[in-house]
């Protein structure tokens, strides 16, 4: 009975279904920091997106085609260029 308790109790339980909670349902009130990437040949700068999903895209540089890291832990990484000329 403890364990039950113990559940119910924690607030990353879904108290109806006795799930864990996604982690995008806890995050959503952080803030974000924006995280900028150089590309390590051109400098081209990228501001870094964070998913839960596969982007469907290898990530590489727009200029020099420089492969990127496509994960970094449990999030996909997604590259969208800050610099670029408009």
Sequence with gaps: MRFAVAILACSCINVDTAMPLR?????LNEPRITEIFGCPLCHAEYKIIRRQTAPGIKPQCDECEQEFLPRDRDEWLVYERVDALS
């Design 23 to 27: 982690r995008a349902n806890w995050q």
